[in-house]
């Protein structure tokens, strides 16, 4: 019988990393990306690159185009078909290859099983280190002291159930003060086609988050989903504020 982890799953030590870093990380982000491989490298693993990757299809999914989300789907299939392990720094994307993939092979035995096997082995950054690893303290620390809150990404926190695992991890970050802010739970807006099929929603929605923010004493917010990170200091933009929001995998590797 094979041994599991804190999660459940199978276990993941030893085994070879496949990076899927994510098309808003690729082409907005890239510095996010490498930092994510730099914490994955600082624990020991080994970390390959599938260069064939694009994207999860999360988009055509969400707004109703199954047939094009499958032909996405059967390309990360394909890209990922020699990874023994894929993390991810997006909660969003985890959870799409997680659960829906499944469901898009639904009809196709030879792909459902296929895409069972890929959704069983894919992970979030933080919940890799902390569920899959075990591994808490990553022995970093900030070149200045920071005051840090975070903001739960809805995909992150409602179907993959993160939450204390970036806390965990950013609690043991020498120079960083972790804290709580109002409403870390509420959705900043963004929601994907969400944002531009009801902006006046979406403002709203990220407006009382940008307030949120402001009564916070945090100088800095970090997140676990690229997406939000951009919704999120657009707001904050516009606001004038100085504080800014960053992916959590630059805060691990000590780069806030």
Request: charged share 20%; net charge neutral; proline share 3%.
């Amino acid at each position: 019988m094979s041994k599991c982890n804190r999660a459940g799953r199978a276990e993941v030590r030893g085994k070879r990393v496949s990076f899927f870093v994510t098309c808003i990380v690729d082409m907005i982000y890239p510095h996010s990306g490498m930092a994510a491989v730099e914490v994955l490298e600082r624990v020991g693993c080994a970390v390959d690159f599938p260069a064939a990757q694009t994207c999860c299809g999360q988009m055509g999914f969400n707004s109703g185009y199954r047939a094009e989300a499958r032909q996405v789907a059967r390309h990360f299939l394909r890209a990922f078909a020699r990874a023994e392990l894929i993390v991810t720094p997006s909660g969003s994307c985890a959870a799409m290859v997680r659960h829906h993939y499944p469901e898009l092979f639904a009809d196709d035995p030879a792909l459902r099983a296929e895409a069972e096997r890929i959704a069983s082995i894919t992970w979030e950054l933080t919940e890799f280190l902390v569920d899959g690893l075990g591994v808490t303290d990553l022995g970093v620390s900030l070149a200045q002291p920071r005051t840090v809150a975070l903001h739960d990404s809805c995909h992150g926190l409602r179907m993959l159930g993160i939450k204390q695992q970036p806390r965990a991890l950013l609690a043991k970050i020498g120079n960083l003060r972790l804290i709580e802010m109002q409403g870390a739970e509420q959705c900043c807006g963004f929601g994907g086609l969400f944002a531009v099929k009801m902006p006046e929603i979406s403002g709203a929605m990220l407006e009382e988050k940008v307030e949120h923010i402001a009564a916070s004493a945090a100088d800095a917010i970090v997140t676990c989903d690229a997406s939000c990170l951009t919704q999120i200091n657009g707001g904050l933009s516009r606001r004038g504020s100085r504080v800014r929001v960053y992916h959590v995998a630059e805060a691990l590797a000590g780069r806030l």
